[in-house]
């Protein structure tokens, strides 16, 4: 990949945000998890960006002057970022969207408006992903975003100025989508750690500037062959969050000598199965896509069965031999759906390995003997 491009767009990308902050413009950060609908944020003039910072025990720390460490370490590690001030994404935001989704990261918001230096919008998001009600209430609460990004910006949110922010985060999607099936050939087309930087980039890099590379990265991926083990295990990650910076465990896996082809996480992977609507009502389009299109995350009500029917579609779709279950220290939700999955990849004969992150360097040493043993398990049982 033309990694050059992107790595400078990224470095210089701060910079232009202040620039762009000085001509007025409003920057709106907001939590991961795929409930915060971009395109109103940039229909309305301001820039999106969301915040997926994570993997290093500092920030974490950090933040334990604040929150109990019974808060999963990535939750810890926005609130440590805004009191370590070195992370210049989470020092130039105008005000925070924080959808209303776990726990820990709804704590997180509250504990951002106690220290009283930012407006923080909470988005309300049901904790029921069907129905009539939900979706109505979702719409509700997409509406008042809207409104107030207005207020906000001084901008009024025209059909046209939505219609063209969906149409340019589809192609994104579309893009991701058509990246990530490249990965169903044998070696795989591109790594995961490449994979999830990309994913990571889009959520800071300017959109229009993501959309062309992400672009030029298919087309260079889609006419050379892949280099690489073919015969390596193939493997999917499955968990609540992959932060930009917590990489370890795809280079364990890496160095073990498997491959990660394909995520089914929650937070830090951008969901790109499925676009938004295009027709009639484009809140209520945005409101469906964001709630019922979507996959449901596992704090969702009666989720679990749909996920694990789109994990196993997943698995036979990129011909997955094994399951890694990658988890954050006291995820709750994910914590105890972990033995629904393992007991129902069992039967399929599947194998699962659970393993969990504090985000601390001591994890290591157990995280690659239990890794290395598992490759060796799946390669055992590939025929």
């Known amino acids: 990949m033309e990694d050059e491009r992107l790595t400078i767009h990224l470095r210089d990308r701060p910079q232009q945000l202040r620039e762009a902050k000085k001509q007025g413009a409003k920057i709106i950060g907001y939590f991961p998890g795929n409930y915060v609908p971009e395109e109103i944020i940039y229909a309305a003039g301001a820039v999106p960006v969301c915040l997926v910072d994570g993997g290093s025990a500092a920030p974490a720390e950090a933040a334990l002057e604040l929150i109990p460490q019974v808060s999963c370490p990535f939750a810890r590690a926005q609130l440590g970022e805004r009191l370590l001030k070195k992370n210049p994404y989470y020092e130039m935001l105008d005000m925070l969207v924080a959808p209303l989704t776990c726990q820990h990261l709804k704590k997180v918001a509250e504990i951002w408006e106690y220290l009283g230096d930012m407006e923080i919008f909470k988005l309300g998001v049901p904790h029921q992903y069907y129905g009539v009600p939900e979706l109505e209430y979702y719409t509700d609460r997409l509406k008042t ?211 969990e992150s504090g985000y601390d360097e001591g994890g290591t040493g157990p995280m690659k003997i239990r890794i290395d043993a598992f490759i060796e398990l799946v390669k055992g049982g590939i025929k």
């Open 145 to 355: 975003l809207q409104n107030k990004m207005q207020t906000l910006t001084g901008n009024r949110i025209t059909n046209e100025n939505i219609s063209n922010a969906i149409g340019l985060y589809n192609r994104m999607r579309e893009l991701l989508k058509k990246i990530s099936l490249l990965r169903r050939s044998s070696p795989p087309a591109i790594s995961a750690r490449d994979f999830a930087r990309l994913n990571h980039a889009s959520f800071y890099a300017d959109p229009a500037f993501m959309v062309d590379f992400l672009d030029s990265v298919y087309q260079e991926l889609s006419q050379k062959p892949p280099a690489g083990a073919a015969e390596a295990p193939r493997l999917m990650l499955v968990g609540p969050n992959l932060a930009k910076g917590d990489y370890e465990i795809l280079e364990l896996v890496e160095a073990a000598g498997g491959d990660i082809v394909v995520e089914e996480v929650d937070e830090g992977i951008r969901y790109y199965w499925q676009n938004i609507e295009t027709e009639g009502d484009l809140l209520h389009s945005l409101a469906k896509g964001y709630l019922q299109d979507k996959l449901p995350a596992a704090f969702m009500r009666y989720s679990s069965q749909k996920r694990l029917d789109f994990v196993l579609k997943l698995a036979e779709d990129f011909n997955v031999s094994g399951i890694i279950w990658y988890e954050l220290l006291y995820c709750e939700t994910y914590d105890n759906e972990s033995y629904f999955f393992d007991q129902k990849m069992g039967e399929r004969n599947i194998p699962m390995l659970i393993l």
